[in-house]
């Protein structure tokens, strides 16, 4: 795992897997301030539809996670770190009429 090298590498560093797969609990909170992972890379489709019914599941339960890390009443802010980031291609929306 990504996380497991990188602390091995650097052990004088506190490093926090914010995206636990197997935990809803993993959050980093100062004074207030929770910082969350969601991991949300099952959710693009790639346009294909069947993917939705796929990945529904895991996605639920990654949602769930993000729900459950803000359920304490401690947490007045929250940044939520995610994978993919939902905007669109620049590229594409800047360039959309040229040939």
Known sequence: ??????RERL???KIIDL???????NKYEVGGFAFIGFN????KNNND???????KQKQLKY?????DR????????????YHIPETDDPHIVLNFDKA
């Open 1 to 6: 795992m990504f996380i497991d090298k990188l």
């Open 19 to 25: 995206c636990p797969e197997l935990s809803s609990e």
């Open 11 to 13: 052990p004088g560093l």
């Open 49 to 55: 539809t069947k993917r939705i019914a796929v990945n």
């Open 63 to 67: 949602i769930q996670q993000v729900v």
């Open 40 to 43: 949300n890379a099952s959710f």
């Open 70 to 81: 803000l359920g304490t009443d401690d947490v007045r802010k929250a940044f939520i770190f």
